[in-house]
């Protein structure tokens, strides 16, 4: 078990919720349900998953939840493009936060790989 309080990717995930908190309080009230809705849900699973992959006794697991808010950020990445395509978003704000979830994805996806990729040691 891992104190994912620790991992600065969850760190980062924290403040990436904060940051898209405060811009879906510029999408319209009718989008409450649908794209705002999904959008604070993708954000809030990236670092849900990582604290629960945190959880686990193997790297297998954890590796297996860090997927998890991999895919994550590539749904709320997606989204804020379409929130953009859509004109519901500004392009620049949405620009600059898909910056900072491309940053975020490039660490998660390189803890994966050191994970992966070290020795196989047995756990105590």
Excluded: H
């Excluded at 904060?18 to 699973?45: N, W």
């Amino acid at each position: 078990m891992r104190n994912f309080r620790e991992l600065d990717i969850w760190k980062e995930s924290r403040l990436l919720v904060a940051a898209t908190y405060m811009i879906m309080r510029q999408m319209p009230d009718d989008e409450k349900f649908g794209l705002t809705s999904q959008i604070k849900r993708s954000v809030i699973s990236i670092p849900s998953n990582i604290a629960e992959g945190c959880a686990k006794s193997s790297d297998k697991d954890l590796c297996r939840f860090l997927e998890i808010s991999l895919g994550s950020c590539f749904e709320l990445e997606t989204q804020l493009m379409l929130c953009s395509d859509i004109n519901y978003l500004d392009e620049n704000i949405v620009s600059k936060q898909i910056e900072s979830i491309q940053i975020l994805e490039k660490r998660i996806a390189s803890f994966l790989s050191y994970l992966k990729n070290k020795p196989n040691t047995k756990n105590p």
